[in-house]
């Protein structure tokens, strides 16, 4: 009698199809600026479906209209119905239409704006530093009036994460200062959940005007203070705030520098304050999350010493400049709070 060994299956080769994907990143980056340089996940959002109704709309030819459609499919930022009608997915409906708090459309345009200029600066790698000086230590730099606005619907949710955590609308008459805090988002988000609140926010002249713009236009100037400086060298009182605010600060500066601001904010916080972090944090091994690894290249084109920091990083820090409580509390965006008492 014959045995019938089984026939031995080749094992299946990898797809190269992740690596075409990444080297044809530059059309993630243009499909999502053109299509809301065109306003397209809002009038969807409005109800226009239709291949016929949005080329209409946005006067895109049909041909062009269609493999915008198709290629925001293929990158997941649209749904369709057999191709009959076009749909957003919850995140792009949260973070694309228009007129939404969380909209971050700008952000589009801002990377693309950047696109062009990166294939002669791909030298940061080999020398280690941004090409042309960097821009995040440079005051009153234009750069950030750009930033600031395109990454206000970023800090939206966390805002409403830290309020939670820290019980915002709970408490009377709470003394805040944000560090940095650019479009005054977190300010706007704070102030609607406690009437008694006030915020002093600390940053460069023309970011606090952006700031007192939209705090003003919000109905909530009254309760919103802008110190003008550097917050390195612009001097604090003691004990006067309950909650210190740095978010999206700490990558761009060095280990340093933040444990000197770490100590500083620790002075101007009341015995019971507590410092609020909010940053892309790094687990201890640099193996994830995701968009924090990415982010480190950001900071190697833009900063002199900026990076994305680990947690451990952030405890050590903390620990030195005299925290005793540390907590991490993740949000539903890349970045990680951080509590310190
Ligand atoms: C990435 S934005 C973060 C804005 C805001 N905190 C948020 O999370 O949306 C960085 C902010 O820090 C401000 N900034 C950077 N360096 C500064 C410095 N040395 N002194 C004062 N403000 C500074 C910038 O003007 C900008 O508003």
């Known amino acids: ?5 089984p026939t031995p299956q080749p094992t299946p080769l990898p797809s190269p199809g ?28 409005h109800g226009l479906t239709t291949p016929a109704d949005l080329a209409h709309k946005t006067g895109m030819a049909p041909r062009g209209l269609q493999t915008l459609l198709d290629g925001l499919l293929g990158l997941g930022l649209l749904t369709t119905d057999n191709g009959t009608t076009y749909h957003n997915t919850p995140e792009t409906d949260l973070y694309l239409v228009e007129g939404k708090p969380t909209d971050i459309s700008g952000f589009a345009q801002l990377k693309l704006a950047e696109m062009d200029k990166l294939t002669d600066r791909l030298d940061i790698f080999t020398t280690g530093q941004p090409p042309a000086g960097p821009m995040v230590e440079i005051a009153d730099n234009p750069h950030w ?20 955590a820290l019980d915002i609308p709970g408490r009377d008459n709470l003394a805040i200062l944000d560090v940095g805090g650019g479009s005054g988002i ?12 006030h915020t002093t926010q600390l940053d460069w002249e023309p970011i606090n005007n952006i700031a007192q713009r939209l705090l003003t236009q919000h109905d909530l100037a009254d309760r919103f203070t802008p110190l003008n ?14 909650i210190a605010l740095y ?4 990558h761009q500066e060095s280990p340093h520098n933040n444990t000197h601001t770490f100590t500083k904010l620790r002075h101007t916080l009341k015995p019971h304050g507590t410092l609020v972090i909010c ?17 480190a290249s950001e ?25 005793t409580t540390i907590t991490y509390h993740p949000t539903n965006t890349p970045a990680t709070l951080i509590l310190a008492q």
């Open 1 to 5: 009698m014959t045995t019938h060994q």
């Open 18 to 45: 992740r690596i075409l994907e990444i080297a044809s990143g530059y059309w993630a980056t243009g499909l999502l600026a053109v299509a809301t340089q065109n306003s397209l996940f809002t009038h969807i959002h």
């Open 145 to 164: 009036e750009k930033v600031v606005t395109a990454i206000a619907g970023l800090s939206v949710t966390a805002a409403h994460t830290a309020a939670e």
């Open 186 to 197: 977190f300010s706007s988000v704070w102030l609607r959940l406690n009437p008694t609140a």
């Open 229 to 242: 400086g550097d917050f390195h060298t612009t001097p604090l009182p003691p004990h006067t705030y309950d």
């Open 247 to 250: 978010s999206h600060i700490a």
């Open 279 to 295: 940053d892309y944090i790094l687990d201890n091994h640099r193996t994830g999350p995701t968009f924090p690894l990415l982010f």
């Open 299 to 323: 900071m190697l084109l833009k900063s002199n010493t900026g990076n994305t920091w680990t947690r451990h990083d952030y405890t050590t820090w903390l620990t030195q400049a005299g925290y």
